[in-house]
């Protein structure tokens, strides 16, 4: 029997350099939950949708894969999605230092 992936999109946190994102790196383990917040005042894009954990700003979902994201989180769909951390990689560069999933939440 076919079983679609739950996944829909993987990235690495854009901005996380810039943000809260070395603070909270320790903390950060494959499998955590993280928080979406849109931005849509946002001057640089207005699809922004930052990322968080636990109080600490870890940067954006890509703006290059935000766009479909921002627009059902703008029409009231953010129960629909969760955010998980995929994987972390202290040793690499802090752009690559932390990879994210965005998952379709399972109605039952």
Known sequence: ???PSRNLLSFYI?????WDGALALEQLKA???LDL???FDNPHDPNAIAIY?????????P???NEQLAIMLFFGHGDAFE???QQ???DRSPWHQVRAGIYVVDSR
């Open 63 to 65: 703006q290059d894969c």
């Open 88 to 90: 972390v990689a202290p």
């Open 83 to 85: 955010c998980r951390v």
């Open 37 to 39: 917040v849109p931005e």
């Open 31 to 33: 499998g955590a939950r």
């Open 53 to 61: 954990y636990e109080g600490f700003k870890l940067g954006f979902v």
């Open 14 to 18: 854009a901005g996380f350099q810039f």
């Open 1 to 3: 029997m076919y079983t």
